[in-house]
């Protein structure tokens, strides 16, 4: 059974006026679903992407007729493959409820409605603050099932596959950038040189793709280490800017994002992206990375625009409770090895 979204924790015990106002503790999310990542709504159960990897050295020399797709010259012909990835959209439900006597005899039963309704929260304060919980708490845990979502892992998790997850059963986990550094407290060197490494030995396809539809996802510890490296720098190494009124903080061009959500990921699993097996040594769990990824290589399939605003908020009569359901699918996929380079400082 479903307990109160909001308990009565109220412990002052003297008389005195109270503030009439509910005080909202922040919630932050680390990026904007529609512009840092692929949106595809009406996903109901699977959707099949397709792919088309790019064709290379097609251009052969001309030895003579032929009615064969061979050159002649010994080179073999190029196939022209269409491969396809599976999004899978798990089902995901956020039930809530809220039972008015929680907050008997406090100052917030002023705020109560009188005679039948007097259980009845929609319309008050109470119910505000509870919805606006609800909305940001939904939008933090999309961001944290795509990325460290896995349906053999924690609970909480267990949704669907996240990117993190489908990346490690690539070639990507090999390829990742391996930085020496202070793992538990990186430097502005080091994180600065972690981006720079990570910069120039990703896949050429990933180096072509223009700055601006790209993106460097970083823990929070790297991208304050590495704001360390712009303050009093007018460098065009990496540019600070305000964009629409928020602070935009670049790298060569590059937008770098903290990920505050990595660090729930990484407390409550280990990750594949972030372990690491030194020379000789045993397979250990690090805390700080980046990934450096073209924003169209991830994808994010559901069957709503927009799974903050797919729930709803009623009262039933008979328990005399508010009750907060919403019902929706959601799940990820990533396109292409090529677009997408990870690093780990160790």
Request: proline share 2%; charged share 25%.
């Given at each position: 059974m479903a307990t109160n979204v909001a308990n009565n924790s109220i412990t002052a015990t003297y008389s005195g006026a109270n503030l009439n106002e509910i005080f909202y503790e922040p919630v932050f999310r680390s990026d904007d679903l529609m512009q840092n990542y692929r949106v595809i709504p009406n996903?109901?159960?699977?959707?099949?992407?397709?792919?088309?990897?790019?064709?290379?050295?097609?251009?052969?020399?001309?030895?003579?007729?032929?009615?064969?797709?061979?050159?002649?010259?010994?080179?073999?012909?190029?196939?022209?493959?269409?491969?396809?990835?599976v999004i899978t959209a798990g089902r995901c439900r956020v039930a809530l409820e809220q039972c008015t006597?929680?907050?008997?005899?406090?100052?917030?039963?002023?705020?109560y409605k009188s005679g039948v309704d007097v259980m009845n929260l929609e319309g008050t304060q109470l119910a505000d603050a509870i919805v606006n919980r609800a909305v940001k708490g939904i939008g933090q845990d999309v961001v944290r099932l795509a990325w460290g979502?896995?349906?053999?892992?924690?609970?909480?998790?267990?949704?669907f596959d996240g990117w993190m997850k489908l990346m490690a059963t690539s070639g990507i986990l090999a390829a990742r950038t391996i930085y020496g550094g202070d793992e538990a407290a990186p430097t502005a060197p080091q994180a600065i040189g972690l981006l720079r490494e990570m910069y120039d030995t990703a896949p050429a396809a990933l180096q072509q793709v223009p700055s601006s539809?790209?993106?460097?996802?970083?823990?929070?510890?790297?991208?304050?280490?590495?704001?360390?490296?712009?303050?009093?720098?007018?460098?065009?190494?990496?540019?600070?800017?305000?964009?629409?009124?928020?602070?935009?903080?670049?790298?060569?061009?590059?937008?770098?994002?903290?990920?505050?959500?990595?660090?729930?990921?990484?407390?409550d699993l280990n990750p594949a992206m972030f372990t690491h097996t030194p020379s000789g040594g045993s397979a250990t769990q690090y805390n700080n990375g980046a990934c450096y990824v073209a924003?169209?290589?991830l994808i994010i399939g559901s069957d709503v625009t927009d799974p903050e605003g797919s729930f709803k908020v009623f009262y039933d009569d008979l328990e005399e409770k508010m009750f907060f359901r919403g019902y929706f699918k959601l799940g990820v996929q990533y396109l292409y090895d090529s677009l997408v380079q990870w690093g780990v400082i160790v």
């Open positions: 996903v109901k159960h699977k959707m099949n992407v397709y792919t088309s990897a790019a064709l290379t050295k097609i251009v052969r020399p001309y030895v003579g007729c032929s009615s064969s797709s061979d050159s002649g010259d010994g080179s073999g012909k190029v196939d022209f493959n269409i491969d396809d990835k006597d929680a907050f008997f005899g406090t100052y917030i039963e002023e705020m979502g896995d349906t053999a892992g924690a609970v909480g998790y267990k949704s539809d790209k993106k460097m996802f970083v823990t929070p510890k790297i991208f304050n280490a590495y704001l360390a490296n712009l303050e009093g720098s007018s460098a065009d190494l990496a540019i600070v800017n305000t964009v629409e009124g928020y602070t935009r903080v670049s790298f060569r061009g590059v937008q770098v994002i903290p990920m505050y959500e990595w660090d729930t990921i990484l407390a924003t169209e290589n």
